[in-house]
């Protein structure tokens, strides 16, 4: 593909893209958040945007390298690839924080009486804001300065001298042989070392921020890998049945009742809350109350999950069938993509890891066969990165019903506060740097020679003091999908929390 063209092709899908973020905010926003809140607004479409540009920096970068070791294209793209970078890492440690934690003093000002203003909003935001920064950005260049390098691993030629002007030399004298680059070949001799090399500052953020989004993939992006396609079929089995008027009235009583407790309970936590903001309690019995505030969240969600099922049930009579088909048809499409995940790391990203031979290419060869035919290696690409993405926001929803410390932040469809919005971008945005890193490891065979390898698979991958962090993360991610898979052998769908009465 020409220059032209390429570069023609990416300008249409960067305006296609913002349209696709645009729609989603439309379609997840409260119908509270309708033509107000502008500012979060724009945060949640540019934070998607650059997530979605990140992901598919990587086959842009494959089409302008063209499998060569110059690169055909014109694109710079490792310029390209650091400034969508360090643009990502400005919004999730200075946008997302300040969008949250404003809105989270809105928050606290609205419930108190003090008649507090948006100014009062944005003093807290910046009181929290200023030390994150000054915090995380002296943290970044203590570690900068100490070990900001790379060690990496090379081959080591030596030989003997040599009479100038010797007919017998040539560019190919000490070219290895079959045998291995440790035996002798002439007077020369090879041995493994490793040559440190220095990394610029902004290749460093890049590698902490991106280390950080690796911990939270590995959590989230594992269980994800297991309960994204399982719920989507449970969804299917479990789907709600058809039920009389009598059952629907007892069902109905019992929910307004539960209902009733839970409303007693917001306002007497709601009091709580403004006890202790009045008094300045921010100790250990504050946050015990911020924890209790979480649960209560989740009791509310549980409540709004049978409401909803018991109206599906008797007014729907079951909900719409075509809508369940479509979650049966997208868990058995994810149990493939999953189970394709786990193989493919198992057969090639652990042994590459460990510098040892993979077992098979797997994916890598299927990526490099199809990317023939325009466009369709990237739909290939596009489906498995961006399936990643989804499996971290569900393992964040996931594990946000599990345990009580966590703030949930529920995606759903028309209902989705601009809070929650802002949050779960940050997540995906953080994580897509992690996914692209991720992605140029897995099909290192199918990203050869490009910039993404580069700056992922040479620098980044071994900087001093986070070269065996991503290998260990890498097993963390197996190891959170197993205990998440074993957690629905031994837990049954009945018995799950979210549809356990009464509430807590």
Not at 83 to 106: K, N
Not at 155 to 161: E, M
Not at 193 to 216: D, E, N, R, T
Not at 287 to 295: A, D, H, L, S
């Amino acid at each position: 593909m020409s220059s032209g063209i390429l570069i023609a092709t990416s300008a249409v899908f960067g305006l296609l893209v913002i349209v696709a973020a645009i729609y989603f905010v439309v379609y997840f926003q409260h119908p509270d958040d309708k033509w107000v809140a502008w500012f979060p607004k724009v945060v949640v479409i540019i934070g998607l945007t650059l997530a979605c540009y990140n992901v598919f920096l990587l086959p842009l970068d494959v089409a302008n390298q063209s499998g060569s070791l110059v690169a055909k294209g014109s694109i710079p793209m490792t310029k390209l690839n650091l400034a969508f970078y360090i643009i990502t890492i400005i919004i999730c440690i200075v946008g997302v924080p300040f969008t949250v934690l404003f809105y989270e003093g809105a928050d606290e000002s609205d419930s108190d009486d003090d008649g507090r203003s948006s100014g009062s909003a944005l003093g807290y935001a910046i009181k929290w804001m200023v030390p994150i920064a000054l915090f995380s950005g002296g943290i970044i260049t203590v570690c900068y300065w100490f070990l900001g390098y790379a060690n990496v691993a090379t081959i080591k030629i030596t030989s003997q001298l040599i009479q100038s002007g010797s007919q017998s030399i040539s560019i190919d004298y000490c070219a290895p042989v079959a045998g291995g680059p440790t035996i002798p070949v002439g007077i020369c001799t090879y041995a493994s070392g490793h040559v440190y090399v220095s990394v610029s500052p902004l290749v460093y953020i890049v590698a902490v921020v991106s280390f950080v989004g690796w911990i939270v993939f590995a959590v989230f992006g594992g269980v994800g890998l297991v309960s994204l396609p399982m719920d989507l079929v449970q969804s299917f089995i479990h789907r709600p049945k058809r039920i009389t008027a009598l059952q629907y009235q007892e069902r109905k009583t019992f929910v307004g009742q539960q209902a009733q407790l839970l409303m007693e309970a917001g306002k007497t936590l709601q009091e709580e809350l403004k006890d202790m903001r009045r008094s300045g309690n921010t100790g250990r019995r504050y946050r015990t109350v911020k924890n209790r505030e979480n649960e209560f969240r989740k009791d509310v969600l549980i409540l709004e999950y049978h409401y909803r099922r018991l109206e599906d049930s008797y007014k729907n009579q079951g909900g719409n069938f075509l809508w369940q088909i479509a979650q049966l048809i997208g868990g058995c499409v994810g149990s493939v993509l999953s189970l394709v995940w786990i193989i493919h790391i198992c057969v090639y990203l652990i042994p590459v890891e460990l510098q040892v031979s993979p077992l098979s290419l797997f994916l890598n060869s299927f990526f490099i066969s199809v990317n023939s035919v325009p466009f369709l290696g990237t739909a290939f690409y596009a489906m498995f990165a961006f399936y990643l993405l989804g499996c971290v926001v569900k393992g964040n929803a996931k594990l946000g019903m599990r345990l009580f410390f966590v703030t949930l932040h529920p995606m759903k469809i028309g209902e989705t506060l601009m809070s929650s919005l802002v949050f779960n971008m940050g997540i995906i945005l953080l994580c897509s740097l992690s996914v692209s890193q991720f992605c140029t490891l897995a099909f290192s065979r199918f990203a050869a020679y490009t910039a993404n390898a580069a700056i992922f698979g040479v620098q980044i991958q071994n900087i001093n003091g986070l070269e065996y962090g991503y290998d260990i993360l890498i097993f963390a991610l197996l190891g959170f999908a197993l205990f998440t898979a074993i957690g629905y052998l031994y837990s049954p769908y009945k018995k799950q929390r979210e549809n356990l009465l009464p509430f807590q």
